[in-house]
């Protein structure tokens, strides 16, 4: 997502350029004589001439800090009204456990202690921790890689196949309110507390009750998050976000609904409300099914239909008046 632009590389020794920058080449044999003191701090891809390069948002030149946790400040939250979906209080929570607590029916699955396979936890008060998770899933360069694409900027490429149902990540970033979080490409909204019209969804009075619109919060990866930021939308997606838990920790993962070959670009659907006919945003994942090409079509009918001539009738002289 975004077209970096930089000239900071890494892997094999090559050449230096007039900025004095050292570039490196992915395919040489020699093994770099230094270490970049940021290659764990950055994220790298490879470019299509094979120099691996500093990843950059191309539209605010931001260089993305890698994170595999959530960020939280506690004070825009102050100034929220405090949500009926969470636990009742005055105020609220100073904690990042406190405000993305698994709580509600949407909860009953947790993804476990392992990351990379379709195997769940069915126990609602299992030991999983979130601090475990993050272990778990801070290994994704030995089973994901970044390349340059053709025309959607930094993507995905998997280095092995998945099969269908396995969690593949989750998406990490700052937790945000709808005042502080901004418009940009890098948002998921997630909602928080119960899914019910009341916090003991478990009560009588609330078991027919319609369900009130649930609170929500905002992840926000542009400036920090891990690889799952620079996963590209697909109309024919190989896999989408869902929301699981770890623990008693919300999250949104990646899961894969279909078999993943290896390098392969992994892609996610990012809704209708991102792409779609009548949305601002053009896709232009190039599938069969693209929304991108079904927008095309029907601008091509329209003004098809507004080249066409008016058919009036005509009288043919037969003879002098």
């Known amino acids: 997502m975004g077209l970096p632009i930089t000239t900071q590389t890494a892997y094999g020794r090559n050449r230096r350029d007039s900025s004095s920058v050292i570039k490196l080449h992915a395919t040489s044999p020699a093994k770099p004589k230094f270490k970049l003191r940021s290659t764990n701090k950055h994220f790298w891809y490879t470019a299509p001439d094979g120099i691996i390069r500093l990843a950059t948002n191309s539209d605010t030149g931001i260089i993305p800090e890698q994170t595999n946790t959530y960020g939280f400040d506690a004070s825009?939250?102050?100034h929220e009204p405090f949500p009926s979906s969470l636990p009742p209080g005055n105020v609220w929570p100073q904690r990042v456990e406190d405000v993305v607590c698994a709580?509600?029916?949407?909860d009953k699955g947790c993804v476990g202690g392992r990351c990379y396979t379709n195997k769940m936890c069915d126990d609602p008060f299992c030991y999983h921790t979130f601090e475990n998770w993050r272990k778990a899933t801070a290994?994704?360069?030995e089973h994901f890689e970044l390349r340059m694409t053709d025309a959607r900027g930094i993507g995905v490429f998997t280095k092995h196949a998945f099969r269908k149902g396995d969690v593949l990540g989750w998406y990490a970033g700052e937790l945000k309110t709808l005042?502080?979080?901004?418009d940009g490409d890098y948002l998921m909204e997630m909602e928080i507390g119960t899914f019910s019209s009341g916090w003991d969804s478990d009560s009588d009075a609330d078991a027919d009750a319609d369900e009130a619109p649930c609170a929500t919060i905002y992840i926000d990866s542009q400036k920090k998050g891990n690889w799952t930021r620079f996963i590209n939308h697909s109309c024919n997606p190989y896999a989408l976000f869902r929301m699981r838990r770890v623990g008693g920790v919300r999250l949104m993962t990646v899961e894969a609904i279909r078999d993943v070959p290896a390098g392969d670009e992994l892609t996610v659907s990012y809704g209708n409300e991102y792409y779609g006919l009548k949305t601002l945003k053009v896709c232009c994942c190039g599938t069969k099914s693209c929304v991108g090409k079904k927008r095309q079509r029907?601008?091509?009918?329209r003004e098809e239909h507004g080249r066409k001539k008016v058919k009036v009738k005509k009288c043919r002289r037969v003879g002098p008046p």
């Open 298 to 301: 029907r601008d091509e009918a």
């Open 76 to 78: 825009p939250f102050e």
């Open 139 to 141: 290994d994704w360069e």
């Open 103 to 106: 709580k509600g029916e949407w």
């Open 179 to 182: 005042d502080n979080c901004g």
